[in-house]
């Protein structure tokens, strides 16, 4: 029995307890090619025929598999029940159902993982929705499929011990990362040449990636760099006057850091970047400093966006084109509620309450014309009453080279 | 330009023309969590926005994409437009659309990836389907949506020069690490040992898994193993007498193998593999060999399993429990038809017609009373009258230990 699994599976119980729900169902198939995101914190490992994970309001916790794929559940101690079959789901299914949901209940609500919001609560794929329904046609469930998606944001939100122990790694060993960039890069070098040598590093540690491996790290020099989700440039090299900023995640024993930081490469003679620069800087780490004292259990997380978004304007720079935070888990973007404007891609989550316990990033920056582009990335964990920084903050602009 | 892209976008453009849509759409968003698995043949790399992607009748593509997502779109040449959005992506994709698809088509249909049948052809999940539909409602599109399954199906399945290449490497890959066990493994190590041993040498080349990296390589030694997709056991041990047997996929360059090989660890004295094995290992080859005379374009994969079925009952043995085969591709289980019974689980798959240049494997087993499950894995491309093995057929019981 993992401790995650089981963390997370005692969670789960509590949150289909405080749902209206009778049932979570987490309903996938050959997950080695589409899998449910909240798949991990409930099972470790994969599934070849359609598998069904039900959750029941009285706790009870059971599994439906095809004939090959039952063993790593039982091994797992993690489910009351491992029902098998060997040609189809549909009728072992149906009876789990009618076992875990009493017959007396008159509504009842089966909750499965989609939401237009969340992609990380968007697991069931809509092939699987409609064999789902079809199963489900003509049987007292016909009309009881509803949204999980208040029970996954939560269970993904709010870290467990485990869950904060590893993230916190991840963090430490982005902190050693940055290091070497301080250590090891130099002006010549281009962006590929720092995005390689991180890349290089990271694999040789066995870690992996907090997002798509081809864009992390995002590494940027001077004003013509491509600020966003970029590849790095093999023509672009650090020159003096230089900002240098890398965007980084980092993944180890299944949980990630995102993290930005910010140098300056000198020209000859500076011994400290110029003044233009340390007003940014002092701007972004206002800014952050206002989402951060916005931040705590049950502001929604537009009020968080909007303190850090007044703070920029008001320092006389143009606001950021993203969210302000959003959460960090298995991954950098990890879904649930995010620290966003109102704006349409953001869909409700900017709505949504923070909880104790989530993780967010703390991000923003400014184009500072002719050097760069001056960004920071932090993260915290919410406290009761506030947060806790999880990263040493940036205070400072380093001198590169 | 990836020349794989290249080459997968324009069999894209032909599968269009040959279907009744109007547009093909693959809609993403944050596929670092949840991605399409036909994203990775029109497109390097992830997207953190809803992401359009639009291939037209006509052979025009467009890409709609976040402001911070443009750059590798832009870089990789492949699409004729690529747009942009800050605030949400639904007014560009409206306009997208009537300008891909003209104002005088009575019935216009936009085919998006959605199957029950084929995992890999549903990447489109519940949540984004509501999302797409809601952006939809009023316009001309209302009722335009339907499957893109078969467009998915065939572009995942007819194997480019480029995917076909990449495959023969990992498949030559294995063959490699099936040595590394016959020169390395011996009596006394256990299933956890030999996983150990395989996974420490496909890390050490960079390599990947075809499947769930938990359960792979799957390893049975002697008769008390677990069969089927079981993990490897710290108590079961290579003794004289057992059946030691791997079911092995390893991922080169973003392409896949899967191959299942045997060996036999003799007694003390024995200098061959007892009788009833060898007559096990021929019922099985010959089996093999049925599905592979059957093996054409044209034919629906049930019948390829019919002839493996019927040979291996026909020599005595019950029957497998699987299908006799599956395609290959980027991962073990590339979806598409299956050589499979027409059992629910597998819904229409084993109706589709195999076509030429799809990579399927030819595999089953029987259990050995005493011995332990002797079961074999090769794997073919379908050619234009009949197949060409890719692996090296095991038509012998080499000894272990």
Redesign the interface.
């Known amino acids: 029995m993992s401790t995650l699994t089981q963390e997370k599976l005692a969670q789960a119980v509590e949150l289909v307890q405080a749902s209206d729900a009778d049932v979570w169902l987490t309903f996938v198939?050959?997950?080695?090619?589409?899998t449910?995101?909240v798949l991990p914190l409930i099972h470790?490992?994969?599934?070849?025929?359609?598998c069904a994970l039900l959750v029941a309001r009285d706790g009870r916790k059971v599994a439906i598999v095809?004939?090959?794929?039952?063993?790593?559940l039982e091994?797992s101690g993690d489910w009351h029940q491992v029902l098998t079959?060997?040609?189809?789901?549909?009728e072992t299914l149906l009876s789990a159902l009618e076992e875990l949901i009493h017959s007396e209940v008159e509504r009842p609500r089966i909750a499965v993982n989609?939401?237009?919001?969340?992609?990380?609560?968007?697991?069931?794929?809509?092939?699987?929705?409609?064999?789902l329904s079809?199963y489900l046609a003509g049987s007292r469930f016909q009309d009881s499929l509803c949204s999980a998606e208040g029970i996954v944001m939560s269970l993904r939100g709010r870290k467990s011990p485990t869950e904060l122990a590893r993230i916190r790694a991840a963090v430490a060993e982005t902190g050693r990362l940055f290091e070497c960039v301080q250590r090891e890069v130099r002006i010549g070098h281009s962006e590929l040449e720092v995005y390689q040598l991180l890349q290089a590093e990271i694999?040789r540690c066995?870690m992996g990636y907090?997002?798509?491996r081809?864009?992390c790290p995002i590494v940027n020099t001077g004003p013509d760099s491509?600020?966003?989700?970029?590849?790095p440039s093999a023509d672009l090299r650090i020159a003096p006057g230089h900002l240098f900023h890398i965007d980084l995640g980092v993944t180890l024993d299944g949980y990630s850091s995102d993290l930005q930081r910010c140098w300056y490469v000198p020209q000859p003679g500076e011994t400290a970047p110029p003044e233009v620069l340390l007003r940014a800087l002092a701007a972004v780490n206002g800014a952050i400093s206002a989402a951060a004292a916005a931040l705590r259990p049950g502001v929604p997380g537009w009020e968080v966006d909007r303190a850090a978004r007044e703070y920029i304007i008001a320092a006389g720079y143009p606001e950021y084109?993203?969210a302000v935070g959003h959460q960090v888990g298995r991954?950098?973007?990890?879904?649930g509620g995010v620290l966003a404007p109102r704006?349409?891609?953001y869909?409700r989550t900017p709505e949504l309450p923070v909880e104790a316990d989530q993780v967010y990033t703390l991000e923003l920056g400014v184009e500072v014309k002719g050097c760069g582009y001056l960004s920071l990335e932090e993260m915290v964990r919410v406290t009761e009453s506030g947060v806790e920084w999880l990263s040493q903050r940036q205070l400072e602009l380093p001198l590169l080279g």
Chains 1, 2 share one sequence.
């Open positions: 198939r050959e997950t080695a090619a589409t449910d995101p470790e490992g994969g599934f070849t025929w359609h095809g004939n090959y794929d039952a063993d790593p091994q079959y060997v040609q189809g789901i549909r989609f939401s237009e919001s969340d992609p990380l609560a968007d697991g069931l794929t809509h092939g699987m929705l409609r064999t079809g694999d066995g907090a997002w798509d081809s864009l491509a600020e966003g989700h970029s590849q084109l993203h991954i950098a973007h990890d879904g704006w349409e891609r869909g």
